[in-house]
């Protein structure tokens, strides 16, 4: 029947015939539909047809071609197919026959138009191919490539991406339907080698290639390290590859890491100050790290598979160290002993060994390792620190003096037993805390002790060193002399240990007293010895003034009664004073601070002194304008200028100059940075200068110290200064000598300024210190004070030349005579050379011109005596804050330039009128 209906349809001929024939012999289904009629029945069907649809033909002709469509496969999507007719142009689906068949078949569709010579298509030819073969292939491929843990990109031979499992897609950051499409070219890259075209060529050749790492690049830019193998398969007529991905980041992340350990641990191995010695069971080296080489004096090489116990051990400690390895083994217990190591030098070096081992894979022992470190210095020390401790222990009782370990965060306070015979008191009874301490105090000692240390503690630096009492068990104070120094600190620097002694110093308490009322007693006795001229002068006046009183009262004398009345008085009136003066120095007091003028003070001195010295010595006042007040004891103080100006006046054995010198002063960290005791605020200073024989830096060193003189017996008792020293400190002050051989001494005495005065702050404090560009030469022989100058003017913005000496600055000028050098600084006496003003004098013969500044220890007018400074301004005392230093230099240069602008302004008119 469909043999006749399509050559019902058809043109006749041989030709057709055998076309005729073609259809109905090949294997795929062919009808044809009339697009003309209404509904397009289909009006031929060859036998391929009916076996792949599972009908006859008697079921298939006439029937409509969407509803056979349909009947075949219900979930067909009509729509595109009739849209594709309307236009007349071709299409193809795919669909899953169902009926008639136990098990469905997939098969691609291809509908086309028949055309004809005018007018549309008349007829149109479905061709049904049969694809459930490679459907079920491409099933299972993606079932297997969906379950595939590595990615698997399917490529044509150009490259391009057929599928990617989802592994693939998860590698590029991507879903798969975003990689169907791309070229597999875009995505990976060898690192090394040629790219994915020339790969897929070599394939020709060879049936696979050997894995091979390569870069990825990911969706969002980012790269990926890659494992790639590539294969080739045949699928119906094409040619596809697969390209098996492994992501090997990790991989490789974990060989780096693994790598790094090893290195890592092998360093640190290597580095250890420890030493690590690994050994087999029968103790032969595996291991020597270099802490071993360097303390053995052997090397890896030469050691590596001896036995240990054959070169390194003692041979009286080998066995016992052999008998801990075998226990090591065989209990597998950690062990730890303390035995030599001798040298390959022949030292013996005492080691403490930590002894461990490690297993094989069946959990039995396989290496021994041992870490050790080298304690042979840290046994001597403790040896040492035994002989020390006794050695401590016997000094302490001969010196009589007690110990005490203070330990500042817990507040614990060990007292040694001296602490209890000195005190009197049981043992038991001194509980060992730092109250116990507090408690012993005198009331009138607690609060300035308690201060001290805190104030010590907040910068513990030097040693502590304080003299108080502490209540004895008798009731009765004792004075004791503390000494102590920090001796632990935590993490952050913080004083967590202070360790000191403390010596009973009753008896010598009692002997300065004594002294010390001597030493007034005698400055009285030199007083009166020295006045007693003008005393008795007045008292002459007095007498003769009376008698001539007696006589006009009597008649025989017309002198004014009232006129000899006055003069009596004022001669009485100043002998009252003096004698109040010697009152002063003989009394025995403590301290007894008043605010007060020291300009006052030292007016009022001024008569004692001139009578004290002798006509031998000049007493010269220079005192400051606008002093600020202080706080202090004036007789005390009195007493203490009175000792300056005798220590000056012995230091003058053929007479000389004594200058006392008051004004204010603001110390900074600059001008007390070398010195510890300095504190840094507002000062008023009293300078006691004379032109003597001056000392010895060794004896200025030790100068304060009590019962240190240069004096014969007969002449001092070394208490002066120190009671000086005392009395400045106790005042809050501080005390400053400056002295050179031959050139004489200036003791400066610095007392803090007493807060009732804020009206005489310097207004100038509060202003920046000016700066400056030029090169200044610096010349001190004190390394210390050369330091913090040139440190100080290079932060000011000036270039720095420093010299330690005359003979160091000359020598630099004449080696570079062009160099630029805009103001010479130096100090007047330096201990080598020449002094500051000779190298003064031939350095302007070389730099005529060249601005001089002079700076010195003496006190400013005493330095002023020197005959070659006398006219100069140029003078800046020690010590001097920055901004001075910077106010002065500036000042200098800046008159300097000020001067070369009017030379240079006024050379022109010379030349002018010259040349009229």
């Known amino acids: 029947m469909h043999r006749q209906a399509i050559r019902a349809h058809t043109p006749c001929g041989d030709e057709v015939t055998l076309n005729n024939l073609a259809i109905e012999a090949v294997s795929d289904g062919i009808f044809i539909a009339d697009a003309i009629q209404a509904g397009s029945p289909i009006v031929y069907a060859n036998p391929a047809l009916e076996r792949l649809a599972g009908a006859s033909a008697e079921d298939i002709l006439g029937r409509p071609a969407h509803r056979l469509l349909e009947s075949w496969d219900s979930d067909l999507d009509l729509a595109p197919i009739r849209a594709a007719f309307r236009k007349g142009e071709a299409t193809s689906a795919q669909l899953r026959l169902a009926n008639g068949h136990r098990t469905s078949r997939w098969c691609t569709l291809r509908l086309s138009p028949i055309a004809q010579p005018s007018g549309p298509p008349a007829q149109y030819v479905g061709v049904l191919s049969d694809i459930s073969r490679e459907i079920e292939h491409t099933i299972h491929l993606q079932h297997l490539m969906r379950s595939l843990p590595d990615g698997v990109l399917i490529t044509t031979e150009e490259g391009t991406i057929r599928d990617a499992n989802p592994a693939a897609a998860r590698l590029f950051g991507c879903s798969p339907s975003e990689l169907r499409g791309l070229s597999i070219d875009d995505l990976i890259e060898g690192a090394d080698g040629p790219r994915q075209g020339r790969i897929r060529k070599g394939l020709a050749q060879q049936s696979a290639l050997v894995p091979r790492e390569v870069a990825g690049r990911r969706q969002d830019g980012s790269s990926i390290e890659l494992e790639l193998a590539i294969n080739e398969m045949q699928m ?65 090489s030469e050691v590596k598979g001896r036995r240990i116990g054959d070169f390194l051990l003692l041979p009286e400690e080998r066995d016992a160290v052999m008998a801990e390895m075998q226990r090591l083994i065989s209990k597998g217990l950690t062990t730890r002993f303390e035995k030599h190591w001798l040298t390959k030098d022949g030292k013996r070096k005492l080691i403490r060994w930590a002894s461990s081992y490690l297993t094989d894979e069946q959990d039995q022992v396989e290496f021994l390792v041992g870490t050790g470190i080298d304690i042979t210095e840290q046994e001597q020390a403790k040896q040492e620190m035994r002989r020390s401790q006794d050695r401590l222990q016997l000094a302490l009782e001969a010196a009589e003096d007690a110990l005490w370990d203070w330990n500042i965060q817990t507040g614990e306070f060990y007292f040694s037993p001296r602490w209890a015979t000195m005190l009197g008191y049981p043992a ?188 031998d010595v000049e007493v010269e006042l220079a005192l400051g304008d606008g002093l600020w007040l202080t706080r202090v004891d004036a007789g005390q103080l009195e007493s203490a200028l009175l000792n300056l100006a005798i220590n000056a006046r012995d230091a003058m054995p053929k007479g000389g100059k004594l200058t006392i010198e008051t004004s204010n002063v603001k110390l900074d960290d600059f001008s007390t940075a070398d010195n510890s005791e300095a504190v840094q605020g507002r000062h008023v200073l009293v300078a006691v200068s004379d032109n003597g024989t001056g000392m010895a830096p060794d004896t200025v060193k030790r100068a304060m110290e009590p019962f240190f003189t240069t004096k014969s017996v007969a002449r001092g008792t070394g208490l002066g200064l120190s009671m000086v020293y005392g009395f400045i400190k106790q005042s809050g002050g501080h005390v400053k000598i400056y002295s050179e051989e031959g050139y004489g001494t200036t003791v400066r005495l610095f007392l803090p300024c007493s807060a009732l005065e804020p009206e005489q702050i310097d207004d100038r404090e509060g202003q920046q210190a000016p700066t400056g560009t030029e090169t200044i030469l610096v010349v001190d022989d004190h390394d210390h004070v050369r330091m913090i100058v040139g440190a100080a003017l290079e932060q000011l913005g000036y270039k720095v030349l420093e010299a330690e000496n005359s003979d160091a600055a000359l020598e630099f000028i004449r080696r570079d005579p062009s160099a630029a050098i805009d103001l010479l600084f130096t100090d007047t006496v330096m201990g080598e050379g020449m002094d500051g003003t000779a190298l003064a004098r031939a350095f302007l013969e070389q730099r005529p011109g060249t601005p001089v500044l002079f700076t010195s220890g003496f006190a400013n007018h005493a330095l002023r005596r020197n005959k070659d400074l006398a006219s100069s301004q140029n003078i800046l005392s020690k010590p001097y804050r920055r901004s001075e230093l910077a106010r002065k230099i500036r000042q200098i240069l800046d008159a300097k330039s000020s001067e070369q602008r009017n030379e240079h302004q006024n050379q022109p008119t010379r030349q002018t009128l010259s040349s009229a």
């Not at 191995?269 to 004096?297: P, W």
């Open 428 to 615: 038991q009874d001194l509980a060992p805390h730092f109250d116990t301490f507090c408690a012993l105090l005198h009331p009138d000692d607690a609060q300035d002790v308690e201060g001290s240390i805190r104030s010590y503690l907040s910068k513990p630096e030097g040693r502590y060193e304080q003299e108080f009492r502490l209540r004895h068990h008798s009731g009765e104070y004792r004075w004791i002399a503390g000494r102590a120094k920090v001796m632990g600190r935590g993490p952050r620097g913080e004083p967590v240990r202070m360790v000191g002694t403390c010596s009973d110093i009753t008896g010598r308490k009692k002997v300065e007293g004594q002294l010390l009322q001597a030493q007034k007693m005698e400055a009285v006795g030199q007083l009166t010895g020295g006045m007693a001229h003008d005393f008795n002068n007045l008292l002459g006046v007095i007498v003769g003034s009376l008698e001539l009183l007696d006589d006009s009262l009597a008649g025989k004398s017309k002198r004014n009664p009232q006129q000899l009345m006055r003069m009596a008085d004022h001669a009485a009136q100043k002998a009252a004073k003096l004698v109040k003066r010697m009152l002063a120095f003989s009394r025995q007091q403590t301290l007894e601070p008043k605010v007060c003028n020291l300009n006052q003070l030292v007016k009022g001195l001024s008569e004692l002194l001139h009578r004290t010295l002798g006509e």
């Open 236 to 300: 119906g007529d094409n040619r596809l590859y697969i390209h098996a991905l492994r992501d090997i980041s990790r991989r490789k992340q974990m060989a780096a890491k693994l790598w790094k350990e090893q290195h890592f641990s092998d360093t640190i191995l290597q580095t250890l100050r420890a030493l690590v010695v690994v050994t087999d069971c029968e103790g032969r080296i595996v291991r020597f790290n270099r802490a071993c080489e360097r303390l053995s004096g052997y090397c890896f």
